[in-house]
């Protein structure tokens, strides 16, 4: 029997190629925005939004019953297509409380959001921005999956720690379409890039500036390159992201989540199935 061409084997199964995950359709940037508090003023951004198709998260505040907010029986079809997460059912400066009462505070919210809307709510925008290590740690015991800051980086890296998510902006930030314009241009592959914008519906009506808004969609709005989604989806596809199962060759993977992930091999992109082994 021949000797088999050891070399040559070693190289066909050791060929190391570069494997990347890839947002939803292979993309690589993403878009998110979050607004919070559930004031009237969501309808008129919704429809800004849906227009461009620009997708984001609205954080309410399940037992507040206000003339100035959207009156619970609208949830369900006003905010379709879009996400609605905590807010805590209150609002209080979370910091502030007792630790019993933050618990109830998050869950009551979820309790009567998830009423509302048929789904799990697994998203928090801390209310009035107040968060510390124990807010964060009860809230993520109260099934809290990612919560966001007020803090703003003004750059595009995907979040290091989901229950301390900082946006990349307000929405009256200055340098708003400055920033909006450097995301469109981005174009290396070998990076994934976030811009999240966040703010509250009713300061566009308070500083009479609804154009801002409008200026924003329409510039980011109906790109190709651009994964537009809400937070929440962000973090369940970095989950199933992080349960792929690759094979150290390199030539298979085996997606054991329910969604399907996008990965690029090489320059080849594969959209692995749920459940199911893909090979490359
Ligand atoms: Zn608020």
């Given at each position: 029997?021949?000797?088999?061409?050891?070399?040559?084997?070693?190289?066909?199964?050791?060929?190391?190629?570069?494997?990347?995950?890839c947002f939803p359709g292979g993309?690589?940037?993403?878009?998110?925005?979050?607004?919070?508090?559930?004031?009237?003023?969501?309808?008129?951004?919704?429809?800004?939004?849906?227009?461009?198709?620009?997708?984001?998260?609205?954080?309410?505040?399940?037992?507040?019953?206000?003339?100035?907010?959207?009156?619970?029986?609208?949830?369900?079809?006003?905010?379709?297509?879009?996400?609605?997460?905590?807010?805590?059912?209150?609002?209080?400066?979370?910091?502030?409380?007792?630790?019993?009462?933050?618990?109830?505070?998050?869950?009551?919210?979820?309790?009567?959001?998830?009423?509302?809307?048929?789904?799990?709510?697994?998203?928090?925008?801390?209310?009035?921005?107040?968060?510390?290590?124990?807010?964060?740690?009860?809230?993520?015991?109260?099934?809290?999956?990612?919560?966001?800051?007020?803090?703003?980086?003004?750059?595009?890296?995907?979040?290091?720690?989901?229950?301390?998510?900082?946006?990349?902006?307000?929405?009256?930030?200055?340098?708003?379409?400055?920033?909006?314009?450097?995301?469109?241009?981005?174009?290396?592959?070998?990076?994934?890039?976030?811009?999240?914008?966040?703010?509250?519906?009713?300061?566009?009506?308070?500083?009479?500036?609804?154009?801002?808004?409008?200026?924003?969609?329409?510039?980011?709005?109906?790109?190709?390159?651009?994964?537009?989604?809400?937070?929440?989806?962000?973090?369940d596809y970095m989950d199933a992201?992080?349960?792929?199962?690759?094979?150290?060759?390199?030539?298979?993977?085996?997606?054991?989540?329910?969604?399907?992930?996008?990965?690029?091999?090489?320059?080849?992109?594969?959209?692995?199935?749920?459940?199911?082994?893909?090979?490359?």
């Open positions: 029997m021949a000797e088999p061409q050891a070399g040559v084997r070693v190289q066909e199964r050791n060929a190391l190629r570069v494997i990347y995950y993309k690589h940037k993403v878009l998110t925005m979050s607004y919070d508090d559930g004031r009237v003023e969501d309808r008129r951004l919704i429809e800004i939004f849906n227009q461009y198709g620009i997708r984001g998260t609205f954080n309410l505040n399940g037992l507040l019953i206000r003339e100035d907010r959207v009156p619970i029986e609208e949830y369900s079809v006003l905010y379709d297509g879009h996400e609605v997460a905590c807010h805590t059912a209150l609002h209080p400066t979370v910091e502030r409380c007792p630790s019993e009462q933050i618990l109830r505070q998050t869950l009551e919210d979820r309790e009567a959001l998830e009423s509302l809307m048929g789904y799990t709510i697994r998203g928090m925008a801390y209310p009035n921005g107040s968060v510390n290590d124990r807010v964060a740690s009860l809230m993520r015991s109260a099934g809290i999956r990612y919560a966001r800051t007020v803090v703003s980086t003004e750059s595009f890296g995907m979040p290091g720690d989901y229950m301390h998510w900082n946006a990349t902006c307000h929405h009256n930030n200055p340098r708003l379409m400055e920033l909006g314009q450097q995301f469109c241009d981005l174009f290396k592959k070998q990076y994934t890039y976030m811009m999240y914008v966040w703010g509250h519906s009713y300061e566009f009506t308070d500083r009479d500036n609804w154009q801002v808004i409008e200026d924003f969609c329409k510039l980011m709005g109906g790109r190709e390159d651009i994964w537009y989604a809400t937070n929440i989806e962000i973090v992201v992080e349960r792929m199962q690759v094979s150290v060759a390199g030539d298979f993977a085996y997606n054991p989540s329910a969604i399907p992930v996008w990965m690029k091999v090489d320059e080849q992109i594969y959209e692995c199935a749920p459940g199911t082994t893909t090979s490359f």
